[in-house]
């Protein structure tokens, strides 16, 4: 994939689910990209939902308040809960193999998994205030007063 770029801000690309959410999006194109024309619109549509979830994870992870971090998750889930939906209805009229079907639902489920638990850390963190809404760097005025026991 290239050099990676890394900073506070891309620290989503670390996180399992991210990964996961890529990897579902990349077979939900492989295995509906090649639909006939009249399923065109369709697959699109279950394209650009699983291609939001990977996206809302980054998008929540980046605006750094935790509130909001937590809702992107849950617009994933949603995201989610719409393909896995598609998936199912998809199999039951057999347009797409139960081979396939399996395999979307496999990556479906971890991804699912994965989202609750890390939405049940993060609201742990909230009810306990374990969390930094910033990326600056918080530093008591002891230091720049000269009070500061590592003020040289």
Not at 102 to 111: G, R, V
Not at 132 to 145: C, G, H, I, K, W
């Amino acid at each position: 994939m290239g050099i990676q770029r890394r900073n506070k801000n891309r620290g989503y690309q670390q996180l399992r689910v991210w990964e996961d959410a890529i990897k579902l999006y990349a077979e939900t194109c492989r295995l509906l990209g090649g639909w006939p024309f009249e399923m065109k619109r369709i697959a699109s549509q279950a394209m650009a939902s699983a291609d939001s979830i990977h996206r809302n994870i980054a998008e929540g992870y980046c605006r750094r308040s935790l509130r909001e971090y937590i809702h992107y998750l849950y617009i994933a889930l949603g995201s989610l809960g719409e393909n896995v939906s598609g998936y199912h209805a998809y199999s039951t009229t057999g347009q797409l193999s139960d081979e396939a079907f399996e395999t979307l639902d496999q990556l479906a489920f971890k991804l699912e998994n994965g989202l609750l638990r890390l939405v049940e850390a993060l609201e742990r963190k909230q009810e306990t205030g374990a969390w930094t809404d910033t990326l600056v760097v918080q530093e008591s005025n002891a230091f720049y007063l000269g009070t500061h026991p590592n003020n040289p």
